[in-house]
């Protein structure tokens, strides 16, 4: 890949929890091209939440490099956070605002004001067939509104890069679908994403690239089509995935 192309540039990251001696994750080293819809996946365990969060400066590493559109990850954190959403594995909404002013408050917190940020939450949310529940709290909202909501948080200041943890867990057919069809709208448009899942089926469908880790450390990587070439009788990406990965349970 030449360096115009690479968006995320990782070099060797490790990183141990205190306390555990073995490392979450264990010198990875990794390039996501611009434009690729990037699938992060791996047992429970594997590591992806922890990548996704020191790629988005929310955990430090204990060892490697990070360089995101050129920018070191460690100096110019400030400039990374404006051109990153995050949509976290973890809802993080607060229950006792409404749909509006939850987005008020995340805007706010990415420096959007005034009429531009009020424009772009009445813009997102009919996208994401929120526009009726716009003035209700979250508290009465069904786990899929929730994730919806999550999703535009992460929307708001039209990142770059966006980095999405699980986005679809645990919603119905409805929600699920309207998220991934405007994920692959919103990629139309050029913004670079790292997806992780344990939904392989979506991942095959949506990702351009992908690459699988587990206990911290790459097992394979390559397009769907790579992939399935290099995996001998395997069929599908669950047939590669247990193959790969063993069969045992991971917690
Ligand atoms: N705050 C923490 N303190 C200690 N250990 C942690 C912490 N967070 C994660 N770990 C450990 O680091 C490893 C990687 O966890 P991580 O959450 O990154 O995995 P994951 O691939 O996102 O898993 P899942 O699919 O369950 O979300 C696991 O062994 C986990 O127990
Ligand atoms: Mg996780």
Redesign the pocket.
């Known amino acids: 890949m030449i360096d115009s192309d690479v968006s995320i540039d990782i070099k060797d990251l490790t990183?141990y929890?205190?306390?555990?001696h073995?490392p979450?994750?264990d010198q990875v080293s990794l390039q996501v091209r611009k434009g690729d819809i990037f699938g992060l996946l791996?047992?429970?365990?594997?590591?992806?939440?922890?990548?996704?969060?020191i790629l988005c400066g929310l955990l430090s590493p204990t060892n490697g490099e990070v360089t995101i559109e050129g920018y070191s990850l460690k100096n110019e954190k400030a400039f990374i956070r404006k051109i990153i959403g995050v949509v976290p594995?973890d809802i993080a909404l607060y229950s006792s605002l409404t749909a509006r002013e939850n987005l008020s408050v995340y805007g706010g917190i990415c420096g959007l004001k005034g009429r531009f940020l009020k424009e772009r939450i009445k813009e997102l949310l009919p996208v994401f067939g929120l526009e009726k529940s716009a003035d209700r709290h979250v508290e009465h909202f069904s786990g899929g509104m929730k994730r919806r909501l999550n999703l535009i948080a992460g929307l708001l200041h039209m990142p770059r890069i966006l980095f999405l943890?699980?986005p679809t867990v645990g919603i119905d057919v409805h929600s699920r679908n309207v998220i991934l069809e405007n994920l692959r709208e919103i990629n139309r448009n050029g913004t670079t994403m790292v997806y992780?899942s344990?939904y392989l089926e979506e991942a095959e469908n949506l990702c351009s690239y992908i690459t699988i880790?587990d206990?911290?450390r790459i097992i394979t990587r390559g397009t769907l089509a790579e992939i399935m070439e290099r995996s001998g009788s395997c069929t599908s990406l669950v047939d590669v995935f247990l193959s790969l990965t063993g069969k045992t349970l991971?917690?």
């Open positions: 990183r929890y205190k306390g555990n073995i979450a994750l791996g047992p429970n365990g594997a590591g992806k939440t922890t990548m996704i969060r594995q943890d699980e992780t344990h880790i206990e911290g991971r917690d």
